[in-house]
């Protein structure tokens, strides 16, 4: 199946900072996703971005379907923003296969 | 839209107990996912419903496990009988891939077997 890596696996940052996430994908896919999972576990839809970019507020993301990967960019951190960050796509069929996660910790 | 409903939230049992975990969809999605996540193995698919039929159930551990969509607002997923390698927090998401559109998931159950 689709492999799904996703890099940095921790991240530390300092309110304010800004940071990129990346996921790299091993075959081309119809659908890719970007969730963020919250403290209390709670998955959170971020972008549907099977190719392009999109931005929403402090948050964008692009996704170069061609060369396999896809990049969210935080910018401004904010202590919300802690949680872990889940990259996940589709090849073949509809199941959404996830990467492992980028935990992302913003500190005061 | 309430979004995706799942109960319980919480359970704990004892080893050897049926625990049986329920989901309702989004109203008008035709897709619905089981996910299992655990610290060691990060977010499994457990298995995949389009339309209220089970399309691939290649994720489900073991014969213990059962999973059910009687009709498109409805679905259960059951162990029986449980083990303490089952605790876990379990999601449940919908989607309508007819539309390319997100999955959306689902609180989840956190379940422990003692």
């Known amino acids: 199946g689709i492999q799904v890596e996703q890099s940095p696996p921790d991240l530390i940052l300092q309110e304010g900072a800004n940071s990129t996430l990346r996921c790299n994908f091993s075959?081309?896919?119809?659908?890719l996703q970007w969730f963020h999972q919250n403290p209390w576990g709670q998955l959170i839809n971020l972008f549907y971005i099977p190719s392009g970019t999109k931005q929403n507020g402090r948050l964008s993301a692009t996704t170069v379907a061609t060369e396999r990967y896809s990049l969210l960019y935080i910018s401004s951190s904010q202590t919300t923003d802690s949680g872990v960050y889940f990259c996940a796509v589709t090849n073949a069929g509809n199941m959404l296969t996830f990467g492992g996660g980028t935990r992302l910790m913003v500190k005061p | 839209d309430a979004g995706v409903i799942q109960s319980p939230r919480h359970e704990v049992t004892e080893m050897g107990q049926e625990v049986t975990l329920r989901c309702k969809p989004i109203s008008g999605h035709n897709s619905l996912f089981w996910y299992r996540q655990t610290m060691m193995r990060g977010l499994e698919l457990l298995i995949y419903f389009n339309n209220n039929v089970p399309i691939d159930d290649s994720g489900m551990p073991e014969d213990r496990f059962s999973a059910k969509m009687p009709n498109a607002s409805f679905s259960t997923l059951k162990i029986q009988p449980s083990e303490p390698r089952d605790s876990a927090v379990y999601f449940c998401?919908?989607?309508?891939?007819?539309?390319?559109?997100?999955?959306?998931f689902g609180e989840g159950s956190w379940l422990t077997v003692v």
């Open positions: 998401a919908s989607g309508d891939w007819s539309s390319g559109n997100t999955i959306y």
């Open positions: 075959d081309s896919v119809n659908n």
